[in-house]
């Protein structure tokens, strides 16, 4: 894939960012979480090109980012009261997704390569909460579905954490299928990234607006 092409999908991100900077004043406070995590996600964008521009790699970047992506969904779940019957939940899935991140980073890998195993099980994780909250959604007939922030938010995690832990799954057991195989799925996972940015925007653009003075204009 041309590397200006690469750009071009990874920086999609900017469109929902940009869109969420023109709401900020008035963006519902329950989507908090998934806006910080949309600004994040460009931060990590630019920093991650940086890294490859002066040090060949971004393999810290990307684990750092990695962990705080995960804890960000995992406090958007949160809002969406997930765990509001059992709220001790929260607190004990953040701290396994920090101590699997941990033991893959700092014990069975290093930070400064990519580790497949965090990402393998918090992904899956979050796949499961996922799909967990959006059946429960699917009763809502308010709103259309293109116009429902959350469910699409809910699609966006669903594909983006699927298509990571096949990635990494791939590519720590699959490298006996051949580099032919293993570059196919590396290319479908970022035109899925792609895919899931443009959610984000449409997300981004239905998000729910408080009627008074928001928090994030302070």
């Not at 894939?1 to 406070?29: C, D, E, G, T």
């Not at 521009?53 to 969904?73: D, E, P, Q, T």
């Not at 990519?114 to 918090?122: G, L």
Request: aromatic share 20%; with cysteine; hydrophobic share 55%.
């Amino acid at each position: 894939m041309p590397y200006w092409l690469n750009i071009v999908l990874q920086f999609s991100i900017l469109i929902a960012a940009v869109i969420a900077y023109l709401k900020r004043k008035r963006i519902h406070k329950k989507y908090l979480p998934f806006i910080i995590s949309v600004w994040i996600n460009l931060g990590g964008c630019i920093v991650n090109q940086i890294a490859n521009f002066f040090f060949s790699g971004n393999a810290v970047s990307s684990n750092i980012y990695f962990i705080i992506f995960c804890l960000l969904v995992l406090w958007q779940f949160r809002c969406w009261e997930l765990f509001s019957d059992r709220p001790l939940a929260y607190y004990i899935l953040g701290g396994l997704f920090i101590l699997v991140w941990l033991f893959d980073n700092l014990v069975l890998g290093t930070l400064f390569a990519f580790n497949p195993y965090a990402r393998i099980i918090n992904s899956v994780a979050i796949v499961l909460m996922s799909i967990h909250l959006f059946s429960g959604g699917l009763q809502d007939q308010s709103k259309v579905f293109w116009k429902n922030s959350k469910q699409i938010i809910l699609v966006a995690y669903i594909l983006f954490f699927t298509v990571k832990f096949i990635t990494e799954f791939f590519w720590q057991y699959g490298r006996q299928l051949g580099d032919s195989f293993l570059i196919n799925i590396i290319i479908c996972y970022q035109g899925i990234n792609f895919f899931v940015n443009l959610l984000y925007a449409l997300a981004t653009l239905w998000i729910p607006v408080n009627t008074r003075y928001s928090w994030l204009s302070r």
